[in-house]
């Protein structure tokens, strides 16, 4: 746990990282055959859904619902993947060191492709890690610290992967990219003699990290890329943040132009667009455009796309170790509320018990 004064706004976990696929099934048993997460049924594959335009995606979570993986399906094929290890961005998940042989094991049980294990300081803390790989090329790694923090490993799959430990991105301007989550996310760039050259490491509050490398190009598979679509992060806020986070932001960065599919921009302007916000192609995420004027889903510099989700901790101790995940139809009626629109018909109208990306149980 970091222990200086906690900033506005400061993100302490990423609550589920979400990429493309070619496949959703294969994907689905990629899932569950890597990580020993739980089977969840496939969204978007029946009529009704087809006619609420519910894409086809995956969501599959850890136990009690605050950490996620998930896929939607991809318009286009995906070219071919960079070597293991290279291709970017990268989400990572806890592991215990001493279970490392059986995570070898159950990945060469399932073929899936994966590196040896490696020692390594390069992103500022020493520990093991793993590179692996779905079907589609996205990866992965297996992150087994010296230090594990509090709350990686509580949440846990049968098979013993912990909650969602990092994440890497492409960024071709380091400094620009910690300015810009140092003003809306409240973390600031690590200060780290084992950190390498050319590598931004962003600690959470929680101790997981965002990741930065130096880059001449823009990520290919970003959402901020046409072609691609609702591949995004989510990043941990306290309860009480969720909405002043999202105003500070508002006023400070400049909303999307259109929709992209309607602006039809070359790859060349896309990557040429500023830090912004946009439309979370959410069935909340579309209403709370609506209300509002302003999407939910934020841009780094990169086309990386991102947004917040409130978090209330579970710990007595007032910690984010533990967290019980808060969906963002939560606060749609607070926001509606401070714009005098809470009363509009249909309001609430696809969300709740017929959202469905909400967990279950909740």
Known sequence: MINDVEPKGAVHWIDHFVVGTNDMVAWVDWAVNATGIARRPIIGLTTAARKRNIKITSFLWWEGGSCRIGAFLQPEIYPPAKPLGEELPRCGFYIQPQDIDAHLRRLDRHKIAHSNPIRTSVDGDDGTLIFFADPDGNQYEFWAPENMPEGAMEIATDSKVGRISH?????????????????????????????????????????????????????????????WWDMHTALTVRDEEFLPSYRRMWAGIPEEKGYKADLNLAIEEQEALPARTGLHR?????????????????????????????????????????????????????????????????????????????????
Not at 283 to 306: A, L, N
Request: aromatic residues 10%; contains cysteine.
């Open 282 to 362: 959410s069935p909340v995420g579309i209403r709370w455009k609506e209300i509002c004027d302003r999407g939910d889903e934020f841009y780094d510099w990169d086309c990386h796309s991102f947004h917040f989700i409130g978090g209330k901790p579970l710990k007595p101790d007032g910690s984010m170790a533990l967290y019980e995940a808060i969906e963002q139809e939560h606060y749609l009626r607070d926001l509606a509320t401070s714009l005098n629109k809470d009363h509009e018909r249909n309001l609430m109208k696809g969300l709740g018990n017929e959202n469905p990306f909400k967990p279950q149980g909740q």
């Open 167 to 227: 994440a890497v991105f492409g960024a071709r301007d380091l400094a620009r990219t910690a300015a810009f989550f140092e003003k809306y996310c409240g973390v600031k760039a690590e200060q780290n003699s084992k950190t390498a050259e050319g590598t931004l490491v962003l600690r959470m509050r929680a101790g997981g990290r965002l990741i930065y490398k130096l880059v001449d190009k823009v990520d290919e598979r970003v959402s901020g890329h046409g072609t």
